[in-house]
């Protein structure tokens, strides 16, 4: 019976063969197979760990990189309403020129101006900006700014009587008021 019972101990040993691992001063012992087990799973965590490590640069360069981006397109937003612009200031340096160079045409160098100024208002409309209606109408803060206020007996109170400075939308948004004169009550 000792037989069997050495020959049962030594097929266990076999089948649960153990590993002993040494760190420092403790010792772990282990079947191997709960050994390989956690081997193989500290394998799987440590390649876990380098792809987050890898997901986590490749997300701060793409964070990175689309900042730059950012800051370059706010940089050159721009860029197509200055070249408009560029061609108007040719326009007006020619302009100038030929004012200069015959000092006596002045209805040409009128007409030259008024030829920039209409390209102007065409540009401003291409991009969406259009002048705020005001002459005649009722003041309205969101549209208007009252620099004065003159004394009228044949407009209703608060109507603009006269615009001191246009202001201007752009696709509906206020981006600069009308400056204007506001009727009030006379003697009020």
Known sequence: MNEMKDHNNHKDNKETKEVKESKGLDTVTLKESEYNELKDAAERSKDIQDKLLRSHADFENMRKRLEREKQDFLKYANEGIVLELLNVLDDLERVIDLAEDKHEDLNAFL??????LAHIYELLKTHGVKPIEAEGKVFDPNYHEA????????????????????????????????????????GG
């Open 111 to 116: 007409k030259g101006v008024e030829m920039i």
């Open 147 to 186: 620099l004065v206020q003159v004394e009228n007996k044949d407009l209703p109170e608060n109507t603009i009587v006269e615009v001191l400075q246009k202001g201007y939308l752009m696709y509906e948004r206020v981006i600069r008021t009308a400056k204007v004169k506001v009727s009030k009550k006379i």
